[in-house]
């Protein structure tokens, strides 16, 4: 709060970063070089609680004490830049959200589909243990039941 009755009353904000900041990039304190400056953020890609301590912030004004998970923080507004009325739609992003979204989904169905196809003989010692883990569906694992009957017959033919 002292720091920031400080700023308020007319600090500079860099000087004040640069004594009290405690941020670090790669073990070393970023503040002394960069003045305590962040960077461009666009609102919906801000923490809740960032976004909201900053909504009614003017430019040129500091937010009150924010903790989070590395301590607190002081941010100032240092400009606001208006949101396009246009629709920005940018191809890529959709498709790496989309990307994103389904490989986890799409990579398990994949290793499902290879263990299905698969044949895998399984030691009676080791069965239950190993069978639930390779998930293998009833059809695939009739398959292989009947591989195993199949081969059995044969042996047993003269």
């Known amino acids: 709060m002292e720091l920031v009755a400080q700023l308020r009353a007319g600090a500079e904000f860099g000087k004040v970063a640069a004594a009290n900041s405690e941020r670090e990039k790669n073990g070393v304190r970023t503040a002394p070089q960069d003045k305590g400056k962040v960077g461009s953020f666009e609102v919906p890609y801000l923490r809740e609680d960032i976004a909201a301590a900053i909504k009614d912030v003017k430019v040129g004004a500091v937010t009150e004490p924010l903790k989070g998970p590395d301590g607190y923080q002081i941010l100032r507004v240092d400009e606001r830049t208006p949101a396009s009325t246009t629709s920005q739609f940018n191809d890529n992003k959709v498709r790496e959200a ?24 399984i030691s009676e010692s080791y069965r239950a243990g190993v069978e639930p883990l390779l998930k293998l569906t009833t059809a695939a694992a009739a398959k292989t039941t009947d591989k195993n009957s199949d081969e059995k017959k044969k042996d047993k033919k003269p």
């Not at 989309?98 to 003989?121: H, S």
């Open 98 to 121: 989309i990307t994103i979204e389904r490989q986890p989904k799409e990579r398990e169905a994949y290793l499902q589909n290879l263990r299905n196809e698969a044949f895998i003989k």
